[in-house]
């Protein structure tokens, strides 16, 4: 199946930095006595970083083609992805309005500084009301800007839907290209998974492709069996674009429960002493919603001799950015 063939392909606007570097962690995998490496999707841009972009390519690809003018789309207050799309709607000359939820006012800082900065238009609703209206919310959004006679597009959270998963798939190409550069076969990619989109996307990558690699997600909200439902989901959107009905097996999913702790974007002292302890030793920040926690999840599983990697010898663990959000977290670590 050549994909790139596809329309989605053709839209595709190329906004990241990529290919990303993949660097060994070389303290982790002494502890370990296993190759285990990082790739840097932390650095596919300063405004644009972090996973979103790769989603976010394929998403205003498709918006593109359809005549947008004004991209519509929601998370928290300091998400990664609202940030990314504000960055890439000012790039391109495209308006952006963001559904943000906050039940307090807060102040300008990590990544809402930054949405401000690129000129968002922002709309705020009570996380109760974003829980359950937000999609209704942004349609209004929508239908309000056509009777302007402006078009409006739609992207869901963390753009994981089905043109999105499209980024990871790619990046799933981008890897197996650069093991043939390194001299490694990674026999496992590790990822967070927040909304299932990077998650779904390397799985898919990895089954259209026969790589036979492991792909383990570590869950940093709700539960592992949600995920698993999800991904199904949008994988079938996916091929959808493919106009096949294929969809991934719960099979091929391999979500790990554990990380969640006091709950989406919440820390425990430990979770951020780890953060700490790893920006000492490696010499990487991760953050503390995502990557920190699903960090600190792989290390317990490679601790464990029971844990999903214990048959894992060469390890990629996927740095999917986030390092903005540590910033309105600072007074929460011991320095
Ligand atoms: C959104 C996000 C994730 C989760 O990715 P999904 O594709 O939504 O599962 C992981 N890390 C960071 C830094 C993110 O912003």
Known sequence: MNLEENKVFQNRVLLANLPTKIEMLKKTSEKFNKKIYIKRDDQTGTELSGNKIRKLEFAIGEALSQGADTLITCGGIQSNHCRATAAAAAKLGLQCQLVLSRDEKSFYDGN????????????????????????????????????????????????????????????????????????????TVVCTVGSGGTYGGLCLGNKIHHLSKKI?????????????????????????????????????????????????????????????????????????????????????ELEDPQGVLKDSQNVLFIHTGGLYGLFPKRHQFEL
């Open 112 to 187: 809402y500084l930054m949405d401000l900065l690129l000129g968002a238009q922002i709309h705020y609703l009570p996380s109760k009301e974003f829980a359950d209206n937000r999609t209704y919310f942004m349609e209004d959004l929508a239908k309000g800007l056509e009777k302007e006679g402006k078009k409006g597009y739609i992207i869901p959270v963390g753009a994981s839907n089905g043109i999105g998963t499209f980024g990871y798939y790619q990046a799933m190409q981008e890897i197996v290209n650069q093991e043939k550069q390194i001299g490694i076969t990674f026999d």
């Open 216 to 300: 383990v997600g570590l869950n940093i909200s709700a539960s592992a069996e949600h995920f698993t439902n999800e991904i199904q989901g949008i994988s079938r959107e996916f091929y959808s674009y493919l106009d096949s009905q294929d969809s991934l097996d719960k099979e091929d999913i391999c979500i790990v429960d554990g990380n969640v702790g006091r709950g989406y974007a919440l820390n425990t002292p430990e979770e951020l002493a780890f953060l700490h302890e790893f920006a000492k030793t490696e010499g990487i920040l991760l953050d503390p919603v995502y990557t920190g926690k699903a960090m600190r999840g792989m290390y317990r």
